[in-house]
């Protein structure tokens, strides 16, 4: 554990299960404190109970711009200043472009990203009053290569790296760093729908020949919130076995 670290507070949306969880178990065994938003209620309050007393439980709605408003004020007053975002929340609504309802264009939007920007700018205030904080948003190997079906979430992910970039302009001068992790095939259960058959034939094209775990993408985002990542910013991170290179 290194002590400049220790109990700083980072937010960390889409905590009740997959990354999200695995960011949050991360951070506070090194030493963070987190404030763990997201829409399943049941779920963030059985990973709190399993977390302990460094994960605090906040039902949010990221899309929701008032109660994002709302809990990024009532976070920092209870809790104290942020120093660390993590924008991990996300859905898929698959389907060929021919076929996909507006619906579901709208629904990726408005949580991948429409809900990454709304995070970005509530909680970008008080960091840019003390002069410190580190953001990380959870993009995608799919920003980079695109994939058949995924018209809206490739969009979203690739947006999200114009996020990225241009809030590293806008914040660096105020010692605020954004960067973007693009994971490959990680084991969730937003991957644990794909068949047997599936699952191996994208593993056999990962040079490292496997899937991705949950702690490989968490490993990523403590190293970007850690100031031993003190002079990266704007960078994309492909945590993705070699698939990307
Ligand atoms: N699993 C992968 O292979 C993979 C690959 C690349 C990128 N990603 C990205 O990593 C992130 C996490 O993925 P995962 O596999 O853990 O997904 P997951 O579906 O297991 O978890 C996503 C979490 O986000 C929450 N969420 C959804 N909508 C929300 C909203 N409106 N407000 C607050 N929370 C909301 C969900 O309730 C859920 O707990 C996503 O952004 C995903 O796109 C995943």
Redesign the pocket.
Known sequence: MRGVTVNRLAVV????????FSISEKLINSGWSVAG????ED?LNKKAEQLGDHFSAWV????DEDAVNETAGRIEKELGPVFGLVN?????RDGLIMRMKKTDWDAVLN??LT?AFLMCRAFSRGMLRQKAGSIVN?????ALLGVAGQAN?AST?AGLIGLTRALCREFAARNIRVNAI?????E????SELSDEVREDYSSRVPLKRMGL?GN?ADAVHFLLDDVSAYITGVVLPVDGGLTT
Request: proline share 5%; glycine share 14%.
């Open positions: 949306t889409g905590a009740a299960r997959g990354i999200g938003c997201d829409v399943l779920d949010l709605d990221i899309t991990n929340a996300g859905i898929t949580v991948n809900g959870i993009s995608s190997i799919v979430y992910k693009a994971p490959g095939f990680i969730t259960e937003m991957t949950p993408v």
